[in-house]
């Protein structure tokens, strides 16, 4: 009952996602960013900051505004679902950690950032 709920979670997320998180959407500078492996995905749902990269503070304010937006959504989808925000984000971040490109980093549940 539980995993079909999650599914049907999930299949709804994705379709309120798929337009506002694909790459192509984001700001240019973040995709670069993503690009060189300075931002990447996280297993959380939310974009970070990959360790020893640098970032510009209108990338930084970028990335906030992004992650901003994305746990408004989750909530929202969340609470439609009868789920917790945090069960929302990490389906999401299967979804984009999976649909990230070659050359971009991601970081697992373990933490370690990995480029793919």
């Known amino acids: 009952m539980i995993i079909a709920r999650l599914m049907t979670s999930f299949a709804v997320l994705l379709a309120g996602f798929s337009l506002v998180m694909s790459a192509d959407a984001l700001p240019a500078a973040v995709a ?37 937006q994305r746990k408004s959504a989750y909530a929202s989808l969340a609470r439609k679902n009868g789920v917790s ?11 984009l950690i999976r649909a990230a490109r070659p050359g971009e980093c991601v970081r697992g549940t373990d933490g370690r950032w990995v480029k793919k």
């Open 32 to 68: 670069q960013a993503k690009a060189n492996c300075v931002v990447g995905e996280k297993a959380d749902g939310y974009l970070g900051f990959v360790p020893g990269k640098t970032a510009s503070t209108e990338l930084r304010r970028q990335v906030r505004g992004i992650n901003q």
């Open 85 to 95: 925000v945090e069960v929302t984000a990490a389906l999401t971040a299967e979804k």
